[in-house]
């Protein structure tokens, strides 16, 4: 063998280095939350992908009367009746109206399947846990209640888990006859 190709042992040991880094990485992002980040207003949110079922174009929605201001209406996905939650009108958050660019994303968790407006997506990432800051102190209210953490560059981690299990969120008025 020539001196300029490496051989089969150095081949493998290359191989398994590079194994061996990868496997690093990956107990690095062990203990972290796979994340949908989402704008809404000028603010950036996320939530766990474990609870999103599918994301959807905004398209035909249909307003529901006498319900709080934050359910939007309702959308049928692909067979589905699903109402929709608009958590700009939920955080008080300033809405300029609906675009081509609003998506809707169907998420599912503690026996409800609803779906959030979001006015885009921006991105899928991993973030970890135990990277996340407790608050910001300009986060009051019900923001402040349904938040999971903040990461370091100012993405606001939502609780879904906790947002999907509140009954104030749960509409149920009966129709007397």
């Not at 190709?5 to 194994?19: C, D, N, T």
């Not at 934050?70 to 929709?84: A, D, H, K, M, Q």
């Amino acid at each position: 063998m020539n001196g300029s190709s490496p051989s089969p042992k150095e081949i493998l040991r290359q191989r398994a280095q590079a194994l061996a880094g990868n496997r690093e990485q990956r107990e690095e992002t062990r203990g972290g939350l796979d994340l949908i980040e989402f704008a809404l207003a000028p603010e950036r949110y996320a939530i766990e992908s474990r609870y999103v079922r599918e994301i959807c174009p905004f398209k035909e929605l249909t307003p529901l009367p006498c319900t709080p201001p934050f359910i939007l209406g309702i959308v049928n996905i692909r067979g589905r009746i699903l109402p929709v939650l608009d958590l700009k009108r939920l955080f008080g958050l300033p809405a300029k109206g609906i675009t081509d660019l609003h998506r809707i994303v169907v998420v599912q968790g503690h026996g409800l399947e609803l779906g959030l407006l979001a006015d885009v997506i921006v991105a899928l990432r991993t973030v970890r846990e135990d990277s996340l800051q407790a608050t910001l102190p300009t986060l009051t209210g019900i923001r402040a209640d349904y938040l999971r953490g903040i990461t370091a560059d100012r993405l606001v981690v939502l609780d879904l888990g906790r947002i999907l299990s509140d009954p104030a969120l749960v509409v149920h008025e009966e129709v007397q006859t």
